[in-house]
Structures are given as C-alpha cells and as structure tokens.
C-alpha cells in the first residue's frame, strides 16, 4: 500500500513514519491509537463497528468493552476532540464510530528512509507544511501563491541537493502551469520531476498530469497511454484515494475525447469507492454528473464544491454544465460560460479559455446572433490555443471556424486554417475530434 499522509484541521497523520503532527510537532501515540486513527480515516464517511474495530486491535486477544473504550478517548484526546463535543469522531449509539472530520490525502508520499534534505536545515514537518500551504492554495485557485510555494520548495531541493524534493516541486510547479494554460512549461517540469525521481512505483501522480498536459499538446493516444500506465500502478496500491484519483483521470481523459462509454465505465467505478478525501469527493460527483450528461446533478455538486470555500477547476466545470445544457437551455448555458469567464478573469485559470471562448461562439449561433458575434469568438478562441500551444482546443476551434464558413457559403475562407492544424496531427487519428476535422475538410473541399 502506498504511504499517505492524511491532513484535517491543524493535524497530519503519517502513515509512512506512523506519526500524528499538530502544527508541526509530534503527539504522543500508543500504537494501538495510531492504528484505531488510521483506520477510522480511511473507512470515513463509513461507520465502522465496535467489533471491527476490537477485531483489528486485538485479533488474537479477548478484551473487554473498556479497552475499546480507553483506546476511542485517547485518540479523542489525541486530536483535540472529546466524547462530549465528537467534532472529529462521532460516536453511533450501540454500533461504533465515524469519522465526521474532513480530510486532505496526499498520496504517493515517500519512504521514510529517504530523507529529501538535512534534518540540520529545514525539518521534514516543515517541508509537509509548505506542501499542505501548496494544496490549499492550489485547490482555491490562487496560483500566484500556488507558484510562490512550488519555487521555494525547489529552490531548497536545488539549494540541499535533493533530487526528491527538486521532483516533487517540479510536479507542483507543472501542476500551476498547467492550470494557467502554460501547457509547455507544464510538459517540462512533469518531465523534469518524472527525470529526477527515483522511484518508479511513486510516480503515479506525475504521470497522470503528464498525460493529460499531453492531451492539451495535441498528443490524445500518448495522453491516454499515460494514464492507463498510472491507473495501473493505481491497482498496485490499492489504497481507495489513489484508486479514486486513477478513476478519475481515467474518465476525465476519455471525456476530453468524446468517448462516452470508457468515461461512464471509468466514472461509474468511481462511485463504488469509499473516498475520505473532501475535495477528491466534490470532483467525483462533478466528474460522474457531467459523463451522464446529467445538467441538474452537475449543477448541484458544483454549489457544493462553492460552498466548502473550493475553487480550483470551476471554469472547467462550468464549461461541462454548458455542454450539457446546449441541447435544450441555451439561455442558462450562456449563463454557465458567462461564469466560467468572469472566473478565469479573477484567477488567471486559463486552461479551458479557448473552449470557454469557442462554446460561448457556439451558442451564441445556436441563438440566432449576428454571424459576426460568434465568428469573432471562434477566431478569439483560435488565437489563444495557439498561443498557448494547445493543439486540442486550436482544432476544435479551427473547426468551428471551417463550419462557420461553409454555412456563410464561402468554404475556402475555412480550408487553410484547418488544413494547418491536421497536418500538424500525428497520432490519434481515432479520436471524434480529428474524424470530424478531416470530415469538415473533406466538406469544404468539395466543388
């Protein structure tokens, strides 16, 4: 099993030193309350019974209600909570306990024996500080911070000559570039991090924001490659977050191909995991609603995900609401492009602008707008994906430019601008989005 670190309100719960931390500094633990801790966590929201658990602590012993008791009040005490108050562990009257608390997981956390720089300069439990201040920052869509914090830790990897640390901030920094819509330096630094890390059966999480970084790039069969590869390393863990993550970039990959039955399957295996983590539970829901198109259930998770103070993807996510809503309520997917805009104006996420700007073309034809309205925007949304360098969104908007002028009967105006951005493909040739681009072509060639 993978080592995690868990993290809920001024604690983390190392599972790889087998340590809980408040603000930085170790709490004493008997081994049995680290135990009962750890597993409470992992089967949250679950209720888990009072047998199980004596079954766990003690499987070979007979032990008396009052051992389970002294070992649920130490654990309370240990984490600031008690039987009276339950803010953490909630006490189910005549059949056990749950864990009520919410959670960060960090998954592919590193061995304890492989320390990333001098205990004499920057401690372990500070390093695990500014990658829980990176998560926080990153997960509220503050990407100035988000960068700060990953530059640092770099720069104190460069600085002690630690090849992890280095690996792990060029993977946050990736992350950032990627969100900004930097998918260039993104791909970098996710190979940079992928380089220096020495440890295969750790890279899981790189090699998924590499693939899907990939598929920004205009490499859809290389991205789907990657995040097969780190699904299956997933399996090897066998730990439900990373489990859960894996699901999760499995469908969010084939929903960026517009392949609907593999991003249902993938996102349907999502929902038979037990998943502790807060915001890996919110992007779930997302994900699942908007495969099964399902426009009310999107709209609903999304405000939940509002409500718990998160922000990171909201203009993806409201981009999904509008696809969903195109067939049969144009006016509330204006709406929904309209939100995601005004969001990637206040937090510089500018991943999805090209498609944000393309579908808000789109509907504003569907409409019966001015031609000239949405024939600007689809020439705005060409214009950003090649400048950021994201071949997926250039085709899709070079090809509702070509649509645009074959409905306008002057075709040729379309034919050079998509016959560009396929030349420039190769891989991938499967994928609806190419086999509509060549279809188009083939169209406006037509005498």
């Known amino acids: ?18 340590e809980l931390l408040h603000d930085l500094h170790p709490v004493a633990l008997e081994p049995q309350v680290f135990r009962l801790l750890h597993y409470l966590i992992i089967q949250a929201p679950q209720l888990v019974t009072r047998h199980e658990l004596t079954q766990l602590l003690w499987p070979t012993t007979h032990v008396s209600d009052a051992a389970l008791f002294y070992t649920i009040t130490a654990a309370r005490r240990a984490i600031g ?30 061995p304890p024996a492989l320390p990333l720089i001098p205990h004499t300069t920057v401690s372990d439990a500070q390093w695990y500080s500014l990658r829980q201040l990176w998560v926080s920052a990153l997960t509220r869509g503050t990407f100035a911070n988000t960068y700060q914090f990953a ?18 901030a060029h993977g946050k920094l990736g992350t950032a570039c990627l969100f900004q819509g930097d998918f260039v330096p993104a791909r970098q630094h996710f190979s940079e991090a992928l380089r220096l890390h020495p440890h295969p059966d750790h890279r899981t999480t790189l ?7 990939l598929w920004f790039l ?14 299956t390393q997933a399996l090897l863990c066998q730990h439900p977050s990373c489990l859960a993550y894996a699901h999760i970039f499995r469908a969010l990959m084939h929903y960026c191909r517009r392949e609907p039955v593999p991003a249902q399957r993938a996102a349907e295996a999502l929902l038979t995991l037990h998943i502790g983590d807060n915001f890996l539970q919110h ?17 609903t998770t999304i405000a939940r995900y509002q409500a718990q103070g998160l922000r990171l993807g909201l203009s993806m996510f409201w981009t999904w609401e509008a696809t969903t809503l195109m067939a049969h309520d144009v ?3 204006l709406v929904c492009i309209e939100k995601a805009h005004r969001h990637l104006v206040e937090t510089g996420e500018t991943f999805y602008g090209a498609e944000i700007t393309r579908l808000h073309g789109e509907l504003l034809q569907a409409t019966g707008a001015a031609p000239e309205r949405y024939r600007v925007m689809f020439e705005q949304a060409l214009t950003l994906a090649q400048q950021q360098q994201a071949r997926a969104w250039e085709l899709r908007a070079a090809t509702s430019l070509a649509r645009y002028w074959q409905r306008q009967g002057a075709p040729h105006h379309g034919i050079a ?16 989005d190419l086999q509509d681009a060549f279809f188009r072509l083939a169209q406006l060639r037509m005498p």
Not at 88 to 109: F, L
Not at 283 to 299: E, N, P
Not at 417 to 432: F, K, N, P, Q
């Open 417 to 432: 601008g998509l016959a560009s951005i396929l030349s420039w493909y190769s891989e991938g040739r499967d994928t609806v």
């Open 218 to 231: 205009g490499y859809p069969a290389q991205a789907l490659a990657a995040v097969q590869t780190a699904f």
């Open 81 to 110: 909570d008690t039987g009276r108050v339950q803010r953490t562990i909630k006490t189910i009257y005549r059949q056990g306990y749950r864990w009520i608390r919410p959670i960060t997981v960090e998954p592919d956390s590193l």
């Open 331 to 333: 006016t509330a997917a």
């Open 1 to 18: 099993m993978c080592p995690l670190r868990y993290y809920f309100n001024d604690y983390i719960l190392d599972t790889s030193t087998h």
């Open 283 to 299: 992007y779930a829901h997302i994900l699942v609603a908007a495969v099964r198109h399902d426009s009310t259930a999107l709209h």
């Open 151 to 168: 530059t640092y830790l770099l720069q104190l990897g460069i600085q002690h000559d630690a090849p992890l640390l280095q690996s792990d």
């Open 207 to 213: 090699i998924r924001w590499n693939g899907w970084t």
